[in-house]
């Protein structure tokens, strides 16, 4: 018996497909031969079989090394740049780290890691390496104080949802992420650009968000995708009005009417999808009717995807879900029939499903239980409203009232805030349980927004 | 404004927007007969500390939630803003 085929990152990168880069904001890397070249000194060999952390400080090189690792490392798992130090020991213990591909060669010297490689450019040439494996991707879970879980994925569940889509019709996509590509959502973007045949432009921490928007319009990028938080903020900078991308996707947090409706009025050209998908459970479906939420008819058996709502949280079952949580002490990550929960809660309403919240994000308000996105996405309802955050405050006589911070759109007329916040708390009142109402709404200029691309929830 | 009539101005929004119909503000008037219920006066209570800087209920554990307007305006009133 022949053993399976092996299908690695650099089996879908044919030279055939000329002009294909890779960038960042000082950086342009070919793909179009990047199999004859090497970001790791040449010393790929040694990393066969090795579990191997991938801890560089920039996404250009971390991208470069995950096409050279894949088929080759045991595996590698993928170090976000927000990662705590202090976590490091854990999850290199829980992931029997035995090599470090780094940009920092001096802080593994005296380190428990025995094989450090370090990751360079420019590039070197190289004779093209053959697949020997598959590697098992992990990543990290975002969000949770505390030591973040390690996440195992295959490169043919991360791929699923790509590869169901298919190839990209017309000329090569330029793709684009606000995310990080070593978290789960901007991992789906690179891995689409390697796929597709198209290019990709990376983001940059450092840099404004002007001149990242100067960056993609430059380059051409036609595909982009970020978090609800990330593109509220796109839209209040005044920036996107030099950019005309053709597709627009959102993930990561709830996409509420109001951003949606704010992206298509920016890009009246693009399509502009929305799609579910979590490092745990993976890509699960992608909306591109334009309304909040999902059809109900989503639920069940759908193209290899299977959903159901328990608990009021959505659960998923597929082969592009995580395989395992991975570590000593890992919890089980799907039930009993293979189900991961969401965590996510959904709420029916007539023929569509609506995201209300996440379950470990419930706000208290006098002993009842309140998600605070569902307060925001009628705030955000508002025209002149841009974004908002809803939270608890301590009550003397109740216990907990909600609060909502909120930063009205740009240019809007700071004498009108008191009418703005009436018609606010009116159309709350209208919605939502008079609880949830509001009981104080602040005008403020910014929001925090993690590093992970979401509404920061805690105050520092 | 005197701490009184940002008092009393709180309470008349409030009493607007949660559709309460106010009697008369006098210094005597129980807060029950307000119309207010426990989240009303909690809103009450939140505003007044963004607007006044204070607030009196949190502070002092021992102070006795107010019977009165009279009461609660005090309350404020007693308090070093």
């Given amino acids: 018996m022949s053993p399976r085929e092996i299908f690695a990152l650099r089996d879908h990168l044919g030279a055939e497909l000329k002009g294909r880069t890779i960038s960042d904001a000082h950086d342009v890397v070919s793909l179009t031969d990047i199999l004859s070249h090497t970001v790791l000194g040449g010393r790929l060999r040694e990393l066969s079989g090795r579990a191997v952390l991938l801890k560089l400080s920039d996404q250009l090189r971390s991208g470069l090394a995950m096409i050279e690792l894949d088929g080759i490392a045991r595996r590698m798992l993928l170090c976000p740049p927000d990662l705590n130090p202090a976590h490091l020991d854990a999850l290199i213990a829980d992931a029997g780290i035995d090599a470090v591909v780094t940009d920092e060669p001096d802080r593994w010297a005296d380190t428990c890691v025995p094989l450090v490689v370090v990751a360079r450019l420019p590039l070197q040439v190289i004779a093209p390496a053959k697949s020997e494996r598959a590697t098992e991707w992990l990543m990290l879970t975002s969000g949770t104080s505390g030591v973040p879980k390690i996440v195992g994925h295959t490169l043919e569940a991360l791929t699923g949802a790509i590869v169901a889509e298919g190839p990209a019709r017309g000329q090569a996509p330029v793709w684009a992420t606000f995310y990080d590509i070593r978290r789960y959502g901007g991992l789906q973007i690179f891995l689409r650009a390697v796929l597709s045949g198209g290019s990709m432009v990376l983001s940059d921490p450092h840099e404004s968000l002007a001149d990242h928007v100067a960056r993609l319009k430059a380059r051409g990028v036609s595909h982009i995708s970020g978090t609800p938080s990330h593109w509220r903020k796109l839209l209040m900078s005044g920036s996107a009005a030099q950019f005309a991308p053709a597709y627009v996707r959102l993930s990561g947090e709830i996409a509420d009417q109001a951003v949606l409706d704010g992206l298509k009025a920016a890009f009246p050209n693009a399509s502009v999808g929305h799609a579910y998908a979590s490092t745990e459970a993976g890509v699960g479906f992608a909306v591109n009717d334009g309304l909040e939420g999902f059809p109900a008819d989503y639920l069940g058996n759908r193209n290899g995807v299977e959903m159901k709502v328990t608990d009021a949280s959505l659960r998923i079952r597929s082969a592009r879900t995580a395989h395992a949580y991975v570590g000593r002490n890992a919890a089980a990550l799907t039930d009993a029939d293979g189900f991961v929960d969401s965590g996510d809660i959904v709420e029916l309403r007539g023929d569509r499903y609506y995201f209300v919240g996440r379950r470990g994000g419930i706000i208290n308000i006098g002993g009842l239980k309140v998600h605070p996105e569902e307060i925001e996405a009628v705030i955000n309802r508002h025209p002149d409203v841009r974004m908002s955050r809803a939270k608890s405050r301590r009550s003397p006589i109740t216990g907990g009232i909600v609060v909502a911070d909120v930063i009205l759109t740009e240019g809007t007329d700071q004498a009108r805030a008191k009418e703005i916040r009436d018609q606010i708390l009116e159309h709350c009142r209208a919605q939502l349980a008079s609880h949830k109402v509001p009981a104080v709404i602040r005008f403020v200029e910014a929001l925090d927004v993690t590093p992970a691309g979401k509404l920061a929830r805690t105050d520092v | ?81």
């Fill in chain 2, 1 to 81: 404004m005197s701490v009184r009539s940002k008092v009393i101005e709180a309470i008349q929004q409030i009493a607007k927007e949660q559709n309460v119909t106010l009697p008369e503000l006098s210094d005597d008037l129980s807060l029950h007969e307000t119309g207010f219920d426990s989240l009303a006066f909690a809103i009450l209570v939140a505003r007044l500390e963004d607007e006044i800087g204070v607030d009196p209920f949190t502070i002092s554990e021992d102070a006795a939630f107010p019977a009165t307007v009279g009461d609660f305006v005090r309350a404020y009133a007693n308090v070093p803003a």
